[in-house]
């Protein structure tokens, strides 16, 4: 009896833990709205995410009104139990430029979302690393979404900033 309690108090604990996900969550998704039209607001975000953001536009799809970054690091988690160097945070974001009745409806989603961590181990007396990249798709419970939602917060803030200022 005894435990089956430690067992159940044990689930119990741990079961808010991020890392017990078994199937990925919906990512984030942030959303602008402007009046500008989408030509000024797709030169504006490029600008934007290229000159201010040090991110880097990789293709264009939709007739240039989707936009994909390349892959960048924007975040690594040194935490308790975490490899040497962490484990850091990849992603591609998503920048669908639509029209709406008043301007356009910019939404801005990870495309590609993945960690990235390197190993040391010793073999026959040499030290080799290896290296891991883990896609959300498959491996949802190592991912701690928070360093995404505060990244895509960030970019959705600044690209936003920019769309109001500039006439």
Known sequence: MLRILLILLITAISSGCYHLRVNPEPLPVH???????????????????????????????????????????FATDNSFGMPAGGRQYYSQLQIEINRGKEGCIIT??????????????????????????YPYSEYPGMFDLSFLEQDLKKVSFLLETALKEIQ
Request: charged residues 25%; hydrophobic residues 30%.
């Open 31 to 73: 959303q602008i709205v402007t009046k500008k039209n989408s030509d000024v607001a797709k030169s504006i975000i490029s600008r934007i995410l290229e000159s201010e953001l040090n991110i880097r536009i990789m293709d264009e799809e939709n007739r240039g009104n989707t936009l994909i970054s390349a892959p960048r690091h």
């Open 108 to 133: 801005i989603s990870p495309y590609n979302y993945e960690l990235r961590t390197s190993y040391a181990y010793g073999l026959e007396g040499h030290v080799h690393t290896l290296y891991k990249t």
